[in-house]
């Protein structure tokens, strides 16, 4: 109702200054400031009054012609019955229906009592339709028509300026198009009742043309012609800001009762007869009650009545407060708590009440009872500590002292000072203890404005204090007379200092510990051997900086010290041991220890003197170990003569029984076993000469960098192991039997693969190097090339080092225990030396050096292999670029067409693309390992799901393999080791092709 006043008063331009009132079936809506003046009936009175209750028809006013059908409009004279009785003749001009109009009536009511002309103009101007088009023009809400269907037969200009669409947008449209869709199944709802003759106010959102929402209110009302209803008419208000003003309210009143419920604080509100409205639940919680006994309480029976002031000083305008303990009405608890209370004004601006906020402080008084207590017990404490302390404030004036304080200063100051002013040198200590750090000054010699005894030193610790709001402004200083200390630690010093010079001058390493092993000196010869500095190890157990092991297996071994720690005192002994020095390195030394006395003859420590004997022990080690393998050796390499000879006989008989017997298959068979066990025998004497003096190597001119990958490649083919090379391009060559070198290579290679049983990485490094004569482990000066191979395996225990090169000699379950020796033995004849480091848990290292020679070897150049074909299609497949590219050359000098693959995934492709061009494989040969990529056994399945009859060949460089073993039952033809010649591809070929393999 307030907006249709609104658009009422807004409908008349104003200067126009009619009354005006809206009806709707002759019931009246809502009227203007000057209808209502005019009438003198207040607007909630006129509302829903019929119209004809006011306006009495004029019987002399002529009455339009009823058979020339329904005009613009008719004005008439009437006369207006006022609230006071009293009538007042007027103009009324009525809007009709017959003109597409909107159903209510806009009446405009003037004043009669005008001049002649005046009345003559006005009628004039009403007959002419003036003011009605002038009025409909000028309101600021639209008026519109609709059709049955809803679409838009006419709108007010003012359609344009609210929605901002044309009038050529609008005619014609249906009126639903320009409703929200979220309201517009509710409006057509209303429309469907309109058109069934209801007239209904509805509210809504309108889209504008640039898409903003307008919401508006409706009044609608059917459309009649000829006693049916053919359309609809209504006024259209803009409520915009009245909807988001109420949103707005909406929102505040939400927040505000989050804020009440939420609040850490207890709130309440009363009215002036301290009746309590509302509260929130920690109020209620705080007087351990609840709302609903709360709400309603009459304040003014309270048992406590000490907070009432606090209440009615809100109720007179003022701000009221209170702390201290109260006893609640409702709950009878008692509690402390700090209560302030303000005033709430109503619209008129009386005091309606007050608003108080309570906070439960019952902890903070019980903290504040505890911290007095515990400051009156800290007093105390200070006061008897036999310590001297001051109390200082933030800026260092002292405040309070103990009577041992008093006792120390033999005068007080005269006048108030700060001690951090006069104490020297401490400028940094105090920013470090106004920053919470506590302070720890040694030696203070000179306090000034405090008198002190000469010669007095003294020990002081400060460390601050913080106030309850966390800051430190308060510090506690303690004193420590140390001047009988001071003087006994310079007596001290004094004689530890002749020693330290003493001591400095021996070569031998020195230790002196006091009677509980604690080191006390310590010389520069000892620092050196155990890495240990004298600062460092001060104070520690000896038997932590000086760690030893038995000299001869590596096992903890307690030094003679302990010995006579334990026996406190008894003869001095010596022993040699093993030190471990801080960084691990590990030093033969021969120590001895002795007691100390005093001057009564109390045992009060021991020392300890120990000279290094690394460097002479050790060349007592590899003298006593060259003269055991050189008499192994000879043993050795008489043994291997001899035998080799009797094998050669064993062999030439075989080789005549052979020829002799004829059609005798199973005696051949057995002799051609026996020939192969001749074979294996001869391998294991070819061993024990290289290891002996008759073994001597045919050296030439070799690069070692092509040796080393070759012997490597060669012996991990098939391991888990991989290997990691560090080959320098301008490595020196040296003058090798390449065999002899290569099976050195080679069985290092495989003590480190057999060390890592689960696989892992080898590292083999070369590096050029310039030796000294005499330096280990050089045998001569010169130029030599140094090659460490290192494996990730479990180590060699440090009991078995020194036998690791001794021929049968192993720690495993199988194996000769000569490949070391043989290693050992070769390395010696080619005049170079080799040895072992190694450590339980990381692995071991070999090391070999081998003497450079002057000269630079030459690269040498592999000739190709011719061989004869055999026409078949071949696809090879092999990890090795070698053997693929020799494997292709021999295959198509044999006549075959071949192809080669560098993994399995590569083959099967090959297959693949020749398969689909129609031109399949005859045979496939498989590598059985590839590193990193698809295997033989893989690639077979892959390409049998292609051709599952594809003929296939195994191939390895590892005949104990189960797969070359057992190749049929893994779906081969054939096998062949690697590395292969002609003959044995030929045959092997032959035999899978005509189907002729056996087993």
């Given at each position: 109702?307030?907006?249709?006043?609104?658009?009422?008063?807004?409908?008349?331009?104003?200067?126009?200054?009619?009354?005006?009132?809206?009806c709707a079936d002759g019931v009246i809506i809502d009227a203007n400031p000057e209808f209502i003046r005019l009438s003198g009936y207040p607007i909630d009175e006129l509302r829903g009054m019929k119209l004809e209750q006011l306006l009495k028809p004029d019987p002399d006013e002529k009455k339009p012609d009823a058979g020339k059908g329904p005009r613009r409009s008719d004005v008439s004279r009437a006369s207006l019955r006022k609230k006071s009785l009293d009538e007042t003749i007027v103009m009324v001009s009525s809007l009709t229906e017959g003109m597409g109009l909107p159903s209510f009536e806009i009446?405009?009511?003037?004043?009669?009592?005008?001049?002649?002309?005046?009345?003559?103009?006005?009628?004039?101007?009403?007959?002419?339709?003036?003011?009605?088009?002038?009025?409909?023009?000028?309101?600021?809400?639209?008026?519109?028509?609709?059709?049955?269907g809803g679409g838009i037969i006419y709108a007010s200009p003012n359609f344009e300026t609210l929605l901002g669409y044309g009038m050529d947008d609008v005619y014609g449209k249906n009126f639903l198009e320009f409703i929200h869709p979220g309201d517009a199944g509710r409006t057509s709802l209303n429309f469907d009742r309109v058109m069934s003759g209801e007239t209904l106010s509805n509210e809504y959102r309108l889209v504008k043309k640039n898409g903003d929402i307008l919401w508006v209110r409706t009044l609608t009302k059917p459309f009649y012609r000829d006693g049916i209803i053919t359309g609809s008419?209504?006024?259209?208000?803009?409520?915009?800001?009245?909807?988001?003003?109420?949103?707005?309210?909406?929102?505040?009143?939400?927040?505000?009762?989050?804020?009440?419920?939420?609040?850490?604080?207890?709130?309440?509100?009363?009215?002036?007869?301290?009746?309590?409205?509302?509260?929130?639940?920690?109020?209620?919680?705080?007087?351990?009650?609840?709302?609903?006994?709360?709400?309603?309480?009459?304040?003014?029976?309270?048992?406590?009545?000490?907070?009432?002031?606090?209440?009615?000083?809100?109720?007179?305008?003022?701000?009221?407060?209170?702390?201290?303990?109260?006893?609640?009405?409702?709950?009878?608890?008692?509690i402390y708590i700090s209560m302030m209370t303000s005033p709430v004004y109503g619209g008129t601006g009386s005091i309606t009440g007050g608003i108080g906020i309570v906070e439960d402080i019952t902890e903070k008084k019980k903290a504040d009872e505890l911290l007095s207590k515990e400051r009156a017990t800290l007093n105390n404490i200070i006061q008897i500590n036999p310590y001297p302390i001051a109390i200082l404030d933030e800026n260092g004036f002292v405040t309070r002292v103990n009577q041992s304080f008093k006792k120390l200063f033999a005068s007080a100051p005269k006048q108030s000072f700060s001690?951090?002013?006069?104490?020297?040198?401490?400028?940094?200590?105090?920013?470090?203890?106004?920053?919470?750090?506590?302070?720890?000054?040694?030696?203070?010699?000179?306090?000034?404005?405090?008198?002190?005894?000469?010669?007095?030193?003294?020990?002081?610790?400060?460390?601050?204090?913080?106030?309850?709001?966390?800051?430190?402004?308060?510090?506690?200083?303690?004193?420590?007379?140390?001047?009988?200390?001071?003087?006994?630690?310079?007596?001290?010093?004094?004689?530890?200092?002749?020693?330290?010079?003493?001591?400095?001058?021996?070569?031998?390493?020195?230790?002196?510990?006091?009677?509980?092993?604690?080191?006390?000196?310590?010389?520069?010869?000892?620092?050196?051997?155990?890495?240990?500095?004298?600062?460092?190890?001060?104070?520690?157990?000896?038997?932590?900086?000086?760690?030893?092991?038995?000299?001869?297996?590596?096992?903890?071994?307690?030094?003679?010290?302990?010995?006579?720690?334990?026996?406190?005192?008894?003869?001095?002994?010596?022993?040699?041991?093993?030190?471990?020095?801080?960084?691990?390195?590990?030093?033969?030394?021969?120590?001895?220890?002795?007691?100390?006395?005093?001057?009564?003859?109390?045992?009060?420590?021991?020392?300890?003197?120990?000279?290094?004997?690394?460097?002479?022990?050790?060349?007592?080690?590899?003298?006593?170990?060259?003269?055991?393998?050189?008499?192994?050796?000879?043993?050795?390499?008489?043994?291997?003569?001899?035998?080799?000879?009797?094998?050669?006989?064993?062999?030439?008989?075989?080789?005549?029984?052979?020829?002799?017997?004829?059609?005798?298959?199973?005696?051949?068979?057995?002799?051609?076993?026996?020939?192969?066990?001749?074979?294996?025998?001869?391998?294991?004497?070819?061993?024990?000469?290289?290891?002996?003096?008759?073994?001597?190597?045919?050296?030439?001119?070799?690069?070692?960098?092509?040796?080393?990958?070759?012997?490597?490649?060669?012996?991990?083919?098939?391991?888990?192991?991989?290997?990691?090379?560090?080959?320098?391009?301008?490595?020196?060559?040296?003058?090798?039997?390449?065999?002899?070198?290569?099976?050195?290579?080679?069985?290092?290679?495989?003590?480190?693969?057999?060390?890592?049983?689960?696989?892992?990485?080898?590292?083999?490094?070369?590096?050029?190097?310039?030796?000294?004569?005499?330096?280990?482990?050089?045998?001569?000066?010169?130029?030599?090339?140094?090659?460490?191979?290192?494996?990730?395996?479990?180590?060699?225990?440090?009991?078995?080092?020194?036998?690791?090169?001794?021929?049968?000699?192993?720690?495993?379950?199988?194996?000769?225990?000569?490949?070391?020796?043989?290693?050992?033995?070769?390395?010696?004849?080619?005049?170079?030396?080799?040895?072992?480091?190694?450590?339980?848990?990381?692995?071991?290292?070999?090391?070999?050096?081998?003497?450079?020679?002057?000269?630079?070897?030459?690269?040498?150049?592999?000739?190709?292999?011719?061989?004869?074909?055999?026409?078949?299609?071949?696809?090879?497949?092999?990890?090795?670029?070698?053997?693929?590219?020799?494997?292709?050359?021999?295959?198509?000098?044999?006549?075959?067409?071949?192809?080669?693959?560098?993994?399995?995934?590569?083959?099967?492709?090959?297959?693949?693309?020749?398969?689909?061009?129609?031109?399949?494989?005859?045979?496939?040969?498989?590598?059985?390992?590839?590193?990193?990529?698809?295997?033989?056994?893989?690639?077979?399945?892959?390409?049998?799901?292609?051709?599952?009859?594809?003929?296939?060949?195994?191939?390895?460089?590892?005949?104990?393999?189960?797969?070359?073993?057992?190749?049929?039952?893994?779906?081969?033809?054939?096998?062949?080791?690697?590395?292969?010649?002609?003959?044995?591809?030929?045959?092997?070929?032959?035999?899978?092709?005509?189907?002729?393999?056996?087993?």
């Amino acid at each position: 109702m307030k907006t249709g006043k609104k658009n009422i008063q807004q409908a008349v331009p104003g200067n126009h200054g009619s009354p005006m009132v809206a009806c709707a079936d002759g019931v009246i809506i809502d009227a203007n400031p000057e209808f209502i003046r005019l009438s003198g009936y207040p607007i909630d009175e006129l509302r829903g009054m019929k119209l004809e209750q006011l306006l009495k028809p004029d019987p002399d006013e002529k009455k339009p012609d009823a058979g020339k059908g329904p005009r613009r409009s008719d004005v008439s004279r009437a006369s207006l019955r006022k609230k006071s009785l009293d009538e007042t003749i007027v103009m009324v001009s009525s809007l009709t229906e017959g003109m597409g109009l909107p159903s209510f009536e806009i009446l405009s009511i003037s004043d009669y009592h005008s001049t002649g002309n005046q009345k003559i103009k006005y009628r004039g101007l009403i007959e002419n339709g003036e003011e009605y088009r002038y009025l409909v023009e000028n309101m600021n809400d639209i008026i519109f028509s609709l059709d049955a269907g809803g679409g838009i037969i006419y709108a007010s200009p003012n359609f344009e300026t609210l929605l901002g669409y044309g009038m050529d947008d609008v005619y014609g449209k249906n009126f639903l198009e320009f409703i929200h869709p979220g309201d517009a199944g509710r409006t057509s709802l209303n429309f469907d009742r309109v058109m069934s003759g209801e007239t209904l106010s509805n509210e809504y959102r309108l889209v504008k043309k640039n898409g903003d929402i307008l919401w508006v209110r409706t009044l609608t009302k059917p459309f009649y012609r000829d006693g049916i209803i053919t359309g609809s008419q209504g006024i259209l208000s803009d409520i915009t800001s009245r909807k988001n003003a109420e949103s707005a309210l909406i929102i505040s009143e939400e927040r505000y009762r989050l804020l009440f419920e939420q609040s850490p604080v207890g709130i309440f509100m009363y009215d002036t007869g301290l009746i309590i409205q509302d509260c929130n639940e920690r109020f209620a919680s705080i007087l351990l009650s609840s709302r609903e006994r709360l709400i309603r309480l009459d304040m003014k029976t309270l048992k406590d009545e000490r907070i009432r002031p606090c209440l009615t000083d809100a109720i007179g305008g003022g701000t009221g407060r209170y702390e201290g303990s109260y006893l609640a009405t409702t709950s009878s608890a008692k509690i402390y708590i700090s209560m302030m209370t303000s005033p709430v004004y109503g619209g008129t601006g009386s005091i309606t009440g007050g608003i108080g906020i309570v906070e439960d402080i019952t902890e903070k008084k019980k903290a504040d009872e505890l911290l007095s207590k515990e400051r009156a017990t800290l007093n105390n404490i200070i006061q008897i500590n036999p310590y001297p302390i001051a109390i200082l404030d933030e800026n260092g004036f002292v405040t309070r002292v103990n009577q041992s304080f008093k006792k120390l200063f033999a005068s007080a100051p005269k006048q108030s000072f700060s001690l951090f002013d006069h104490l020297d040198g401490i400028q940094e200590d105090v920013l470090k203890l106004k920053r919470g750090e506590a302070v720890y000054l040694p030696d203070i010699k000179y306090v000034r404005h405090l008198e002190m005894n000469a010669g007095t030193h003294l020990e002081i610790t400060a460390f601050p204090l913080k106030n309850p709001e966390g800051f430190f402004d308060n510090f506690v200083v303690m004193f420590n007379d140390i001047s009988a200390r001071k003087a006994a630690e310079s007596e001290l010093i004094r004689e530890k200092e002749l020693l330290t010079v003493t001591m400095k001058s021996i070569t031998d390493g020195v230790i002196t510990l006091d009677p509980d092993g604690g080191i006390v000196l310590m010389n520069r010869a000892a620092e050196t051997i155990t890495g240990w500095d004298l600062e460092e190890a001060a104070g520690i157990k000896f038997d932590l900086a000086y760690r030893t092991l038995g000299p001869a297996g590596g096992k903890p071994a307690d030094s003679e010290a302990k010995r006579v720690l334990e026996s406190r005192g008894g003869e001095i002994h010596s022993a040699e041991k093993v030190v471990i020095s801080r960084d691990g390195t590990e030093r033969f030394v021969s120590e001895s220890a002795s007691p100390i006395y005093d001057l009564s003859g109390a045992f009060i420590g021991a020392v300890l003197v120990f000279s290094d004997i690394t460097d002479s022990h050790r060349m007592e080690l590899e003298l006593q170990k060259n003269q055991r393998l050189e008499s192994i050796g000879l043993l050795a390499g008489g043994i291997a003569h001899d035998f080799n000879n009797i094998l050669a006989a064993i062999v030439g008989n075989i080789s005549l029984a052979r020829l002799m017997v004829t059609g005798e298959e199973k005696v051949t068979g057995i002799l051609k076993e026996a020939e192969k066990a001749v074979f294996r025998a001869r391998d294991l004497t070819q061993q024990l000469l290289t290891f002996s003096r008759g073994g001597m190597p045919v050296k030439q001119l070799s690069e070692l960098k092509g040796l080393i990958g070759e012997s490597v490649n060669f012996i991990l083919r098939g391991s888990r192991s991989t290997c990691n090379f560090f080959l320098p391009d301008d490595l020196w060559s040296v003058e090798l039997d390449t065999g002899q070198m290569g099976q050195v290579i080679q069985n290092i290679v495989i003590n480190a693969d057999q060390a890592m049983t689960g696989g892992g990485v080898i590292t083999i490094e070369a590096e050029n190097m310039m030796l000294e004569n005499g330096v280990l482990p050089a045998p001569a000066s010169g130029k030599y090339v140094r090659v460490t191979i290192s494996d990730q395996g479990g180590g060699i225990p440090r009991e078995y080092l020194q036998y690791v090169f001794d021929p049968y000699f192993t720690t495993k379950k199988t194996g000769s225990g000569l490949g070391l020796s043989i290693a050992h033995s070769i390395i010696k004849k080619h005049g170079g030396s080799i040895t072992v480091d190694s450590e339980p848990g990381r692995g071991t290292s070999f090391r070999i050096y081998l003497p450079a020679a002057e000269k630079t070897a030459e690269k040498k150049i592999e000739e190709c292999v011719d061989l004869e074909g055999i026409s078949a299609k071949v696809l090879i497949m092999d990890d090795e670029a070698g053997i693929r590219d020799y494997s292709v050359d021999l295959l198509q000098n044999l006549g075959m067409e071949a192809y080669a693959a560098r993994d399995g995934s590569e083959a099967a492709r090959i297959f693949r693309e020749e398969m689909d061009g129609g031109k399949p494989f005859d045979l496939v040969i498989v590598d059985l390992t590839v590193p990193g990529g698809m295997g033989g056994l893989e690639t077979l399945e892959t390409i049998k799901r292609m051709l599952p009859g594809v003929k296939a060949i195994v191939s390895s460089g590892y005949s104990n393999d189960a797969v070359m073993s057992e190749y049929e039952k893994y779906g081969f033809m054939g096998m062949i080791t690697k590395p292969y010649g002609l003959d044995e591809l030929k045959k092997t070929i032959k035999a899978v092709l005509t189907g002729s393999c056996s087993r």
